[in-house]
């Protein structure tokens, strides 16, 4: 343990620390992953209408992004390889300009009401096939990209997060007038007015979802 140029008084700097105060995992959880995506796995995916995508630049600066649709929306291919569609977004590319200079991606992937995720790692290509685009479509349009994965790992994540938090139960959400209030946080954050910006995300998610 050491104290870091982070400003943090101790600092875990070697896994054999983290063993010793967090010990090992189970004989369950070290066979339960899985190298391809059998038809469990499959069928989770094809439930799902919500997955996180982690990425890394070549550098190693992490960026992690949401992507959402109709529940289905990820192309599973066969055993090995899954699509992701790329809609239209704010051009920031974060999760493209990261696969292009280090392939490496993890994503996790929800199903609302269920507390146990499906996580998946592999080796991620930003795609412009046109034959699985067009099998991708949606409201009659075919996404520009996609984000194909050679699938490494599979395995599913236990539901600790989601019964701490209670992120499904609604008895434990936010009044809407207790809630953040996006507009206001992105004018403070770029200059602009809380109206500019209400106008422009209304505009956007009523012409750009796809």
Not at 15 to 24: C, K, S, T, V
Not at 35 to 60: M, N, Q
Not at 89 to 96: C, E, F, H, I, T
Not at 142 to 147: C, D, E, K, V
Request: charged content about 25%.
């Amino acid at each position: 343990m050491t104290q870091g140029a982070s400003g943090f008084q101790q600092v875990i700097s070697s896994e054999q620390e983290l063993r010793d105060i967090l010990g090992y995992p189970s004989e369950v959880v070290n066979r339960k992953v899985v190298s391809a995506i059998d038809s469990h796995c499959k069928d989770y995916i094809a439930r799902s209408p919500f997955v996180l995508i982690a990425t890394a630049d070549g550098e190693g600066k992490c960026d992690v992004s949401p992507r959402g649709d109709a529940p289905g929306f990820v192309l599973v291919l066969d055993e090995q390889r899954l699509v992701i569609p790329e809609r239209p977004g704010n051009r920031r590319m974060d999760s493209l300009r990261n696969i292009v200079s280090n392939p490496n991606i993890g994503l996790i992937f929800l199903i609302p009401g269920l507390e146990e995720t499906l996580r998946v790692n592999g080796k991620a290509y930003v795609i412009k096939d046109e034959a699985l685009l067009n099998q991708m479509q949606a409201h009659g349009k075919a996404p520009l990209l996609g984000i194909g994965v050679e699938v490494e790992e599979c395995y599913m994540h236990c539901a600790k997060a989601f019964k701490r938090s209670m992120l499904w139960n609604p008895e434990s959400w936010l009044d809407k007038e207790q809630l953040p209030v996006p507009a206001r946080i992105l004018a403070k954050h770029t200059g602009s007015t809380e109206e500019q910006i209400t106008r422009s995300l209304d505009e956007s998610y009523r012409l750009r979802l796809y």
